[in-house]
């Protein structure tokens, strides 16, 4: 495995395409032709927390070659755009707690090497709780570029017109934002007569869970509007936190060793619990991705390369069985946003549609029931908190690649034409920007490279008939 990635790294450099850095999860990339980070990859895995630009590049990446085989032409005509918003500030009680914690315990660290957190403070404004972070917004705005750039001579060749090109977000102010800084790089700048940049408005779709009469957002912010799913989620028994009290003891135990053994702890004054060590976990994981904090004066000075591991596989336990292929409910989730995206395709192909890009924007668990849904990152077993160490580390539902922050998934549509004239539609499926192959499409209903709008509706039938709010219902 080693070296095949390194072939693809050595590959990747004499093509001048890429530029790549080998960490403890694999490799960090970005593309030269599209904007490289102005910040140093992050190394550890911090699950959905992972910044866009540090997630590594998914296993089964392919080169976007031509579409068209023989002599087809291909045009891409349509883009149906489903994604998440940028990086994030942390939850304020989450900061205070721990603060509230050193300044009570932290006459327990006897290691001078640690003495530093014993007067940590809180480093982020308090006033921007779960808001974009200055990340946040430069990964989307970079992203709506590259969108340009990409689409410039077909899907996004003409001025804006909301009647073409749609922007929805969820009543979150972080993915409303991140819509606005997607859309000022993609169609804003530039593009219009206001201000001296030539700005053009772009008008924004959200729709509101609070409103009167109004029975929520089932589009991209399902999970909020089913309440069968949140009895089964919030259920004791749910296989979820079964899976995730197990593994927590396995690293309360473990991990807590470490780092009681490395802050050289006075345990008559700081017995260190699982609670404690996810607070210090949460500092470092937000001070690295939004401060780019130094390793050595942040939170992150207590842990070793396998507690973010083990951090990172608790996180994903949950995440597998509340958004993923741990559930049933959880695969049909996204079943509402699936009938619209194959809708939106196949009413294109028939001329129903004039909508040439919809934009949507939302969050982690409306990108990880739609991977559901598709059939993607399926593990050969199920995820359990008593699996071999060495199957954790090589699962495929790894949300800090499959799901970081801005995630995103791609549907394009491209009207191809032969020699003889006939015309023909193949869809096209990216995830995070890259382009990889259908998994229930095509006469053996697995893995192929393009799928057209009809195929996809025998290879999802439940876009087609979506009983969202019959499986919602709580059963009497």
């Given at each position: 495995m080693m070296k095949a990635m390194l072939l693809l790294g050595l590959l990747a450099a004499a093509e001048g395409t890429f530029t790549s850095h080998w960490g403890h999860h694999g490799w960090h990339w970005w593309d030269r032709n599209r904007n490289p980070p102005s910040r140093r990859p992050t190394k550890y895995d911090f699950t959905t927390k992972t910044p866009y630009w540090s997630s590594k590049s998914l296993s089964n990446h392919e080169h976007e070659g031509p579409v068209g085989e023989g002599d087809e032409r291909c045009e891409a005509v349509h883009l149906q755009h489903v994604g998440r918003h940028g990086s994030r500030y942390d939850d304020n009680d989450d900061v205070k707690d721990l603060e509230e914690l050193l300044a009570s315990k932290g006459s327990a660290i006897k290691n001078p090497r640690y003495a530093f957190l014993k007067s940590w403070t809180n480093p982020f404004p308090t006033n921007v709780e779960k808001h974009l972070n200055e990340v946040g917004k430069e990964e989307l705005y970079k992203m709506g570029a590259r969108y340009r750039r990409k689409y410039g001579r077909d899907i996004l060749s003409?001025?804006?017109?909301?009647?073409?090109?749609?922007?929805?977000?969820?009543?979150?102010?972080?993915t409303s934002?991140?819509?606005?800084?997607?859309?000022?790089?993609?169609?804003?700048?530039?593009?219009?007569?206001?201000?001296?940049?030539?700005?053009?408005?772009?008008?924004?779709?959200?729709?509101?869970?609070?409103?009167?009469?109004?029975?929520?957002?089932?589009?991209i912010r399902f999970s909020d509007n089913c309440p069968n799913y949140d009895a089964i989620t919030d259920d004791d028994n749910f296989p979820g936190k079964v899976q995730?009290?197990?593994?927590?003891?396995?690293?309360?135990?473990?991990?807590?060793?470490?780092?009681?053994?490395?802050?050289?702890?006075?345990?008559?004054?700081?017995?260190?619990?699982?609670?404690?060590?996810?607070?210090?976990?949460?500092?470092?994981?937000?001070?690295?991705?939004?401060?780019?904090?130094?390793?050595?004066?942040?939170?992150?000075?207590?842990?070793?390369?396998?507690?973010?591991?083990?951090?990172?596989?608790?996180k994903d336990l949950g995440e597998y069985y509340e958004g993923g292929h741990g559930t049933q409910i959880a695969q049909e989730l996204a079943c509402p946003l699936m009938s619209k995206l194959l809708n939106g395709l196949k009413k294109y192909s028939e001329d129903d549609n004039e909508v040439q890009a919809a934009f949507m924007f939302g969050h982690s668990d409306t990108i990880q029931p739609l991977l559901a849904q598709l059939g993607l990152y399926v593990d050969p077993v199920p995820?359990?908190?008593?699996?071999?160490?060495?199957?954790?580390?090589?699962?495929?539902?790894?949300?800090?690649?499959?799901?970081?922050?801005?995630?995103?998934?791609?549907?394009?549509?491209?009207?191809?034409?032969?020699?003889?004239?006939?015309?023909?539609?193949?869809?096209?499926?990216?995830?995070?920007?890259?382009?990889?192959?259908?998994?229930?499409?095509?006469?053996?209903?697995?893995?192929?490279?393009?799928?057209?709008?009809?195929?996809?509706?025998?290879?999802?039938?439940?876009?087609?008939?979506?009983?969202?709010?019959?499986?919602?219902?709580?059963?009497?």
């Open positions: 003409e001025d804006y017109n909301p009647i073409y090109h749609t922007f929805q977000h969820t009543w979150k102010t972080r934002r991140s819509a606005s800084a997607f859309a000022l790089s993609s169609f804003q700048e530039g593009r219009g007569q206001l201000g001296r940049d030539n700005n053009e408005p772009v008008a924004m779709f959200c729709l509101w869970n609070g409103l009167e009469d109004y029975d929520g957002d089932k589009i995730e009290d197990i593994f927590e003891k396995k690293l309360e135990e473990e991990v807590g060793a470490r780092v009681t053994a490395k802050l050289q702890l006075d345990t008559s004054v700081w017995k260190l619990d699982f609670d404690g060590l996810e607070l210090l976990y949460k500092a470092c994981m937000f001070e690295t991705v939004v401060l780019d904090t130094p390793r050595r004066h942040s939170p992150c000075a207590v842990f070793e390369e396998k507690d973010y591991e083990m951090f990172a596989f608790l995820l359990t908190a008593d699996m071999p160490w060495e199957q954790a580390m090589a699962r495929k539902w790894r949300t800090g690649v499959i799901s970081p922050m801005a995630a995103n998934v791609d549907m394009v549509l491209h009207r191809c034409e032969n020699a003889e004239g006939v015309t023909s539609w193949k869809t096209e499926l990216l995830h995070n920007e890259r382009r990889i192959r259908w998994p229930k499409c095509g006469a053996d209903k697995t893995n192929v490279q393009f799928c057209s709008p009809d195929d996809l509706f025998t290879a999802y039938p439940m876009a087609g008939d979506c009983k969202f709010d019959e499986f919602c219902k709580i059963p009497q």
